[in-house]
């Protein structure tokens, strides 16, 4: 199929590559000519794992190319992605779905046949129908012009993997014409096995939703229960095995730490607690508030585990290196980062902050060009008073602790991600403090 794919961000460039990769002909659309640019040249401006190789696999054998053209892409695709951003709006609850109506305000007047428009974006419930009116009112194809909603499900450095190989494939659309289109695009995919959801607009608008709030949820949950293993010296590590051997519970996503963040979760979470609101589904809202509450209060949290393992040290006055930038391993997206959230805390305690992280470096200089930074894992605690594990990346998980003791001015170490085996690191010599278990 011919295949347009508008916005080239964390979503649209993965999805861009991955339907080449399926054998489509793809076009990328993006309002910033640098962008293009350098993708035309294969150069890949986020970090996904796998991604670089398959963007420069495709830019060069012609399958896949970048315009900053949407009028190109309307004349060339019989079906277009919409990849945009739908940030959180000035509310602080709901989406922002300005960019969503501003593609459809220029690229609708262009089509003139039979196509269909696929939303990739989150957005609130009811959305699909009010693109579906904008569309057909101003495109000459009017009713022509089938709008499905085709939520994303990619975990951020995993993005090519969910794209090519999903758990599943979710369409809200109204007509006959949208499901053969869905079903054609993904055919590759579906031939494999993967289920396909064929369902009303407002069910997969809410599928996304519900998903992402449950995984808040079960992130939330398990780090209010890490609070009550540290009152009570219990081990968090221990029953999260426990737990995660029920197979009505499952371990998926129950690692205490301080929280989630990126682009998606906090969001999606933020905003199904306002459609619950809106709905008049009260205890819901009430459930879903709870834990944003839980998670907003982890830096605050880890400040308090830190500052116990300082002792009758204040944290003013001392050098603090912070591992990780980014909000999770495997990418170097820094939105909402508990990482840097953490390390603003700990700055604005008194603290002077050094960050490393593998892949987040230059992301996160933009964003708090205040911290001192280094790229050298080693180097990075010399002369530390406290070392913050924040991000959860297997370098810091496999660092060799013997070799690194007499690094920092004192070897203590705070994992806030409860991600490392500390008994090879207590016995280099190391204090190590988890979140949610016993010091020893």
């Known amino acids: ?39 035309n040249a294969g150069d890949c401006p986020i970090f996904e794992i796998g991604l670089p190789e398959l963007l420069a696999r495709h830019t060069a054998s012609g399958r896949l190319r970048f315009t900053t053209d949407i009028q190109e892409a309307a004349a060339f695709a019989e079906l277009h992605f919409l990849g945009v951003g739908t940030p959180i709006d000035a509310d602080g609850r709901s989406y922002d779905t300005g960019q969503v109506f501003g593609v459809i305000r220029q ?24 693109v579906t009116e904008r569309v057909q009112h101003l495109a000459p194809a009017g009713e022509r012009v089938d709008v499905v ?3 994303e499900f990619l975990r951020e450095g995993h993005a090519v993997e969910d794209t090519l190989r999903p758990d599943r494939i979710i369409a809200g659309l109204t007509t006959v014409e949208a499901e053969k289109a869905i079903r054609d695009v993904y055919a590759p995919i579906l031939d494999t096995g993967v289920p396909l959801f064929v369902t009303d607009p407002q069910t997969a608008e809410l599928a996304k939703g519900a998903a992402n709030s449950f995984l808040g949820l079960k992130i939330s949950y398990i780090n209010a229960v890490a609070d009550m293993c540290q009152a009570a010296e219990g081990d968090i590590s221990l029953i999260v095995d426990i737990l995660g051997i029920d197979p009505r519970i499952g371990s998926g996503g129950m690692r205490p730490g301080i929280g989630y963040g990126g682009g998606c979760l906090p969001k999606d979470v933020r905003a199904f607690t306002a459609s619950a609101r809106q709905l008049g589904a009260s205890s819901a809202a009430a459930l879903l508030r709870a834990a944003e509450e839980v998670n907003e209060s982890r830096t605050d949290v880890a400040l308090d585990l830190i500052t116990r393992t300082l002792e009758d040290r204040p944290i ?6 912070v591992w990780g930038a980014a909000f999770k391993p495997g990418t170097n997206d820094v939105r909402e980062s508990p990482a840097l959230a953490l390390a603003q805390a700990l700055q604005q305690a008194g603290a002077s902050v050094t960050v490393h992280d593998p892949q987040a ?11 001192d930074y280094t790229d050298d894992l080693p180097a990075s605690l010399d002369g530390a008073d406290l070392v913050v594990l924040a991000t959860e990346w297997t370098e810091y998980q496999t660092a060799n602790p013997q070799a690194l003791v007499n690094r920092p001015a004192s070897p ?8 490392i085996d500390p008994e090879p690191w207590r016995a280099a010599g190391w204090t190590v403090q988890q979140l949610g278990r016993p010091g020893k």
């Open 107 to 130: 690229l609708a007047p262009h089509l003139d046949r039979p196509c269909t428009i696929v939303g990739k974006s989150t957005v609130t419930v009811g959305t699909t129908r009010r």
């Open 149 to 151: 909603w085709n939520p």
């Open 412 to 419: 203590l170490l705070v994992d806030c991600r409860t991600t």
């Open 1 to 39: 199929m011919r295949v347009s794919v508008i916005g080239c961000g964390h979503l649209g460039i993965p999805h861009a590559a991955a339907m080449a990769e399926l054998g489509h002909e793809v076009v990328g659309v993006d309002v910033d000519p640098a962008k293009v640019d350098r993708l």
């Open 361 to 371: 470096m230059a992301t996160a200089m933009i964003r708090n060009p205040e911290f």
């Open 316 to 321: 003013k006055g001392i050098k603090a290196t």
